[in-house]
């Protein structure tokens, strides 16, 4: 049977700019011509109407996911109504509040079409459906495919059903924003989030500063969080139309955070600690137009792609350059991502449907990188950018999510605070479990290696009030008054039920990105993992004497300061001025060994058990991580 669609194939940037950038023109010489004959131009009109004409499949429904397929839903009886709610309340708790239903497709992928009539009634028995478990709709596109037997004209329309959760846990990802300094990160956060264009000097960007100094020089030094806003029915909800955070989370089926990090190389160890402390769904590379790739825009993209972190580009300050720069960083781009480092599919978003496949595909295939243009002062590309973001699934699926709550509780103190009439205040992020207010957890280690008794008063989450913390959740803890003196970055908050490890040191499987010499014994590098950020020095190497760049092997550290809590499988990156190196935590070892005699003793080769020992008379196997390793 054959198909035909009226709807385009997905444009690379690369293939875009590689049919206009010829150095004739695009014009082909007499002599070209002549070798090429009727063989040539009979291939060359082949090769364009294959590109023209998609395939007429999609990939074969999934069982697990929010993605539906249905061929019609045309007048459905009492009883198969009932089953297609049923239906739908799957779809939307596997992917956390919002489903996407494509209409006229069987469960095979293949694309049939319906015709105007059904269509219509299809979309109002959905729209009956969505109105049963309190959900709207919004058409996302529309596509036309032809049949050549009957010549009809089919559509297929893929519709958008997004609900606020029955517990009112709207459905929540964290965005993290990189980029050299001066891009123009903070620029465009403050125009999404606060829905007014910049001036041109920055005036959008006042908002989301926290120091004086970041005002007076411009630049990001710390790291500061931003929330933008989606309701049922895709619409932008930000503090244009709402004066509060309350108000945006009350309003919102979807909420995006953003974490505004420090482009600056002097601040790169906070932008590090963002990204492992935080752990961030998908980052957002900022790449000035007018400069290209320079700076720490390899650095910030070279840690997304070791940590594993989904990554997209925005193209920023369009409105400074002319079309021609703009197409020279494009095709700068393209070399960069297809390097052997990344193989990345660049992505090109040119139009609304452009946007609704690169969020699809996004998160369906590493390799795809969407490239977004927007310009903050002239607001070019801003509602594509806004529409990517409303349709952007979860990466994690809902049967994930409730393993990790029923794990024992585990927050992560990633910041420490003393608020009047409040009393000392932590925010971080809830790694596993559930915490309520009123509930009582230890933290620790302290310097001296134990834990110590608290009491969580209230919890906020995006700046408004919340009763419940979910594993996956960042939000800030009010502990009264327990002493602030007490606390540091890098602690935890468990559950009593649960008898912490500690150690000093560890051992990790890891590759070394760069050194200018040698990594060898002795070497004394930062580690980050997680929220713990120390100094350790490197005791031995399994099996070898000295590492240079690209090389790995199974490393034993120990911590210079004191005891930290790890967990087994934890992604590592450490660095020792420009040298770093990333890995996993394969083996824990006791807290109390840490003498020189053990230094010679040679790493374990397996890494999946370890043990560490904390100052009480019980000890337990820390539970392995969730996630997979970084190989």
């Keep these: 049977m054959d198909v035909r669609s009226s709807e385009s194939c997905p444009v690379y940037a690369g293939q875009r700019m590689n049919g206009s950038s010829s150095g004739n023109g695009g014009k082909i010489s007499k002599k070209s011509r002549g070798r090429k004959g009727k ?20 990939p074969p429904e999934a069982e697990e996911g929010n993605i539906e397929y249905k061929l019609k839903l045309v007048s459905p009886t009492p009883q198969r109504f009932e089953h297609l709610a049923t239906q739908l309340k799957w779809r939307l708790q596997e992917g956390g509040g919002e489903a996407v239903y494509q209409i006229g497709v069987e469960d095979n992928g293949m694309l049939v079409g319906l015709s105007q009539e059904d269509m219509k009634a299809s979309l109002h028995t959905l729209q009956r459906m969505a109105e049963k478990v309190g959900a709207d709709i919004t058409v996302l596109r529309e596509r036309e495919v032809e049949y050549k037997s009957d010549r009809k004209s089919r559509k297929i329309t893929e519709v958008l059903v997004r609900k606020v959760p029955d517990d009112q846990q709207f459905l929540d990802l964290r965005v993290a924003v990189l980029g050299n300094v001066d891009s123009g990160k903070s620029t465009l956060l403050g125009v999404l989030t606060q829905g007014e264009l910049d001036n041109g000097r920055g005036r959008a960007r006042l908002n989301l500063f926290r120091h004086l100094h970041e005002i007076q020089t411009g630049r990001t030094s710390s790291i500061s969080f931003e929330i933008l806003g989606f309701n049922s029915k895709g619409e932008v909800v930000n503090y244009s139309d709402s004066r509060t955070a309350e108000e945006i989370c009350e309003n919102s089926s979807k909420m995006i955070t953003f974490m505004d990090l420090a482009g600056h190389h002097k601040y790169l160890k906070t932008t590090i600690f963002g990204l492992l402390s935080y752990g961030p769904d998908f980052a957002m590379l900022v790449v000035s137009a007018n400069t290209g790739i320079a700076g720490t825009t390899r650095e910030h993209l070279g840690l997304a792609l070791a940590l594993k972190v989904p990554i997209f580009l925005v193209l920023s300050k369009v409105d400074l350059c002319s079309r021609s720069t703009v197409e020279r960083t494009l095709r700068q781009l393209e070399r960069v991502l297809k390097q052997p480092g990344c193989n990345k599919v660049p992505f090109l978003v040119t139009g609304p449907d452009d946007a609704v496949t690169a969020a699809q595909q996004f998160t369906q295939s590493t390799s795809i990188t969407p490239i977004l243009l927007v ?13 990517f973001l409303n349709i952007l699934p979860p990466l994690s699926s809902s049967q994930e999510q409730e393993e990790l709550m029923e794990q024992p509780t585990e927050f992560q103190v990633d910041e420490i605070y003393s608020v009047p009439d409040v009393g000392t205040v932590v925010g971080g992020t809830l790694y596993s479990g559930v915490c309520r207010e009123g509930e009582r957890l230890l933290v620790g280690p302290t310097d001296a290696g134990g834990f110590l008794r608290l009491r969580v008063g209230s919890i906020q989450r995006n700046r408004s009030g919340c009763r419940l913390l979910r594993a996956g959740q960042a939000a800030t803890l009010a502990l009264g008054n327990f002493d602030r003196s007490l606390l540091r970055k890098g602690m935890v908050m468990v559950s009593p039920r649960v008898n912490p490890t500690i150690c000093c040191q560890f051992e990790a499987s890891i590759v070394l990105l760069f050194h200018a010499k040698t990594f060898r014994r002795g070497s004394q590098v930062t580690v980050h993992v997680g929220n713990v950020r120390q100094t350790a020095t490197v005791l031995c190497m399994q099996g070898k004497e000295e590492l240079r760049t690209g090389e790995r092997a199974v490393v034993r550290f120990r911590f210079i300061k004191h005891a930290e809590y790890l967990r087994l499988g934890a992604k590592l990156l450490f660095r020792e001025g420009v040298a770093k190196g990333i890995g996993h935590v394969t083996r824990l070892l006791p807290a109390s060994n840490n003498l020189d005699q053990n230094q010679n003793q040679r790493p374990h080769r397996h890494d999946a058990e370890g043990e560490g020992h904390l100052n009480t008379d019980a000890t337990r196997k820390p539970r392995p991580h969730p996630s997979s390793p970084l190989q």
């Design 39 to 58: 063989r040539g131009r009979r291939r060359k009109s082949r090769k364009s109407r294959s590109n023209k004409s998609p395939p007429p499949y999609l």
């Design 375 to 387: 310009s903050s002062v002239g607001g070019e590309g801003l509602k594509l950018l806004q529409e």
